[in-house]
């Protein structure tokens, strides 16, 4: 429980940071871009959907570098919170 709520008051802290940093037209289009990526619309990017996305751009270490940068929680996805954080972070 204790960890849970640890987690859930980090992800409030997070989006209140994020509220504060995007206007409303920023954050309309970074959640567009991710919901180009997201092509099961399970709300998660995962290692598949971005290959996809960004095929020929970059090779796959590079790609699996970028990922891991991205995936603060290790989950093997991307949520929403984790592609704002590193799209506000370059």
Known sequence: QSQRSTMLGSMLCRMLWL???LTSAEEAEYKRDFAEFDINKDNLIDFQEFRLHVRGE???MH?????VDMDK???GTISMDEYLSYALSM
């Open 19 to 21: 509220s504060l940093l």
């Open 58 to 60: 970059l090779d796959e």
């Open 63 to 67: 790609l699996r570098r970028l990922l």
């Open 73 to 75: 929680d290790q989950s």
